[in-house]
C-alpha cells in the first residue's frame, strides 16, 4: 500500500467515523476500496 493511499483511507475512516447515518460513497471512491480488497484478499 502506498503512502497516498494509506493517507487516503485514514481520511476516509475518520470521516465515516463521524457519520450518524449510512452514507453513500462516490463511485471513484467505491472503486478504489474494492481495488484495496482485491489486493489484500483476492477476488473472494
Known sequence: ???QDRVR???LRQWL???PVAV???AD???WLDGM???AFGDG
Open 9 to 11: 483511507l485514514e481520511r
Open 24 to 26: 453513500r460513497l462516490p
Open 17 to 19: 467515523q463521524g457519520q
Open 29 to 31: 471512491q467505491v472503486q
Open 37 to 39: 480488497w482485491r489486493s
Open 1 to 3: 500500500m502506498s503512502l
